[in-house]
């Protein structure tokens, strides 16, 4: 297997999961590129932490009633699946459908939207908007609840087209009122007992009461629709059967996937994959799936053009770091602050700062978060105790005898996390800095903590400090 | 004289409910309780295992059937004295002694049942003789005789009540008189019960660790369990089962049969009463409100039905019983205890 496959499968990893370790891309190596694509796509059984396990250990997280014990518990799912698109384009739909706890005080009801996500996230767009639309967290939080039978409130119509499938200019404000009326209806059970929890944040008298859709329809308007042209007594699938065949609908879809996934800027050839990312949407019936394989399988994606051009995300790159170290892979006391961490580097989930989602891209980099992603990702990587950073070590040691010099120490290092691709002055930096450790490196007979595990200790650490870390 | 095929009859009936959750303070309320046990006098001690992001919460709460809350003891999170890290569960022993066992900490913590002084303590991680990993259910017999299932070591352990090492059973398996993380116990008529939770299954033996019997296999069906927690048995043998993956009270004669299945059907506490009381809109938006209510298919799972449905139990982890036969549910994820009475 050459370094350039090992490359290649590590830039899809990044992409379509949280990297990998060295075993794992020993593993998609050997069945090959375009097959794991078509297993990251079509996940089976994620074999994440147990929920038992976790509820068991960790009673907030089977209560679920606090933020930070939900977000801990699907970042014990992002830290163990062996499915990692499914959590990966899960938390993409978080960014895109954007609902945050802040007004909903409800973790679970965002839990339980983050699953609709994994069901559906990967198949048809038109499923995925009706499940949206009926899904609890979404229902209150864009206040569909209040959306009545001849008092209608827009303002779920007016996002579900402007942020969630189409984009402004594609629609008249006429058709954001048509579409309004055809979701009347559409609200949770006992709407008003649970609306009035979440605005006093009340959790008396026995904790919160989860939420569940339901469609009054004696409150449904069932009068006639004009909605992008077309008439009829509409009701919301029929608008978002509407609104799934849209030029404007794949084009907004296929945008911003490209931007998670391949690069935060887009340039003529990647406009180019946009276009194919299109027409497999409309030739698959518009699954996600479809036009995601389009992308992966592009030569846009697969070329060197698209490596590093994305920052990393907070959660992708704590889980990332989390993952290559090894640890979380069992219940921990103290995982909450997990969720703490990813809020402190920008990126709280099941918190986004508004509807619109977080300012993906260079937005994420400013000097507070930067020192923050730098300091988790140094200490995850130069844990000596971490079986991840075990598992580099041995490798390590396995090769030539365990002697390495300062180049090789670093392109080792380089290449077990990554493999990682830096420019020539940064490598040049790292060897300076691998040499004033004193000459070669020998491994032979090390043993765990000593100063030879230190000074491979030091090195991770300072690799996980570089700016190509810090980019996917 | 054989009792089996003798249909033993038990039947529960609902009482009440007593609790409310506590939002971290102290005081009146419950957070995330994990264990009941009532002391002779009809004081009911309830472990607020809560979590450490929440620290002062973490105590022991006590209160009594009229639902007057009495007080509490404990020293929140941490590791010194009266402190706790995660604590499971709880047993009464002679001399107003209360046994609270931590799973974090690896320790057994001893209180004064009268005024909730600090003891002592004992235990020491390891896997060697009378060393524990994750100690979770605790028992102690009419001699004094402390038994602690010993999660992650796969076993059960018994010691003097000062923590001195007597003897031990079972190792990691499926088999009789094997464990897989071990979570509720119950000494009783000579017997120590042990709900083996992983192996969703109820196992019987003497007091020196002699198998005698098990009850259950996996699965939701009568007798059948999901990750059972808590095992409590009446002073005629009948065992009770908090089936907590089922979030299920089962009730077993004592052969083992079954008896019957209750899922919770709690209502307003006095201290929920009160809260409604000076909260009276949302006691009219509750009134109009429908508490059980049919669900999405999605929402299938007994977990999922019980963050839906409030009445339902949700998280019941352990069950006691009292000297007159009534039956305490401690649920943690509804910070609540409902309390039945065998008729």
Known sequence: MSNQDFALLAHLMRRAGFGATRDELEAYAAQGYTATVDELLNPGDPEVMPDDLIRRYHVDQSELRQLDGAGANWLYRMVTTRCPLEEKIALFWHGLFATGYSKLNQARALLNQIDMFRRHGLGRFDALLVELSKDPAMLLWLDNTDNHKGAINENYGRELLELFSMGIGNYTEEDIKECSRAFTGWTLGNAEYMAMRASKDSIWPYSRIAWHFQYRDWDHDEGQKTFLGETGNFNGEDIIGIIARQQATARFVSMRLFQFFAADDVDSDGEQVIEAMMQSYFDSGYEIRAALRTLFLSEYFMSEKARYARVKGPVELLVGAIRQAGSYRAPTLGVHQLAYQGFFMGQGLLQPPSVEGWHEGMEWIDSGSLVERVNFVAQELSSLDKPGVRAIIDRLAAENGGVLTPEQLVDQCLDLLGPVAVEDDTRTALVDFAAAGGGALNLSGHQPGDATEQRVSNVLRIIASTREYQLA | ?343
């Open chain 2, 1 to 343: 004289m054989s009792t089996q095929g003798v249909m033993q009859g038990v039947t529960m009936a609902y009482v009440k409910t007593i609790g409310i959750v506590n939002n971290g303070d102290n005081g009146r309320g419950f957070a995330n309780p994990h264990d009941v046990v009532v002391s002779r006098d009809g004081r009911i001690f309830v472990l607020n295992r809560c979590d450490p992001a929440r620290a002062t919460a973490i105590r022991v709460g006590i209160c009594n059937l009229d639902e007057e809350y009495l007080g509490e003891f404990g020293n929140g999170f941490g590791e010194g004295d009266g402190q706790f890290g995660l604590p499971v569960a709880m047993a009464l022993g002679s001399q107003e002694r209360l046994y609270v066992t931590d799973e974090y900490l690896h320790r057994v913590s001893i209180f004064n049942t009268s005024d909730g002084t600090f003891m002592g303590k004992w235990g020491v991680m390891g896997s060697g003789d009378g060393q524990v990993n994750g100690p979770a259910g605790i028992a102690i017999d009419d001699d004094d005789n402390v038994y602690i299932a010993d999660q992650n070591n796969h076993r059960i352990q018994k010691f003097t009540t000062d923590g001195q090492y007597v003897s031990q059973w079972g190792e990691k398996g499926a088999g009789s008189g094997q464990f897989n993380m071990p979570w509720g116990l119950c000494a009783a008529g000579g017997h120590v019960y042990v709900a083996d939770w992983r192996n969703d299954r109820v196992q019987k033996f003497t007091g020196d660790g002699t198998y005698v019997a098990a009850f259950g296999s996996s699965g939701d069906g009568d007798g059948q369990f999901s990750r059972p927690s808590g095992v409590a048995v009446d002073a005629d043998g009948n065992i009770y089962v908090a089936d907590w993956g089922n979030e299920r009270i089962q009730v077993l004669g004592p052969d083992g049969s079954f008896q019957q299945r209750l899922r919770g059907q709690a209502t307003l506490s006095k201290w929920a009463e009160a809260f409604f009381a000076v909260n009276p809109d949302e006691q009219g938006t509750r009134e109009v409100a429908d508490l059980t209510p049919s669900l999405p298919p999605h929402l299938e799972t007994p977990y999922q039905i019980s963050s839906q449905v409030e009445p339902y139990f949700w998280g019941p982890a352990s069950v006691t019983v009292d000297a007159d036969n009534r039956l305490y549910v401690a649920e943690t994820n509804r910070h609540r205890l409902q309390i039945y009475q065998r008729v």
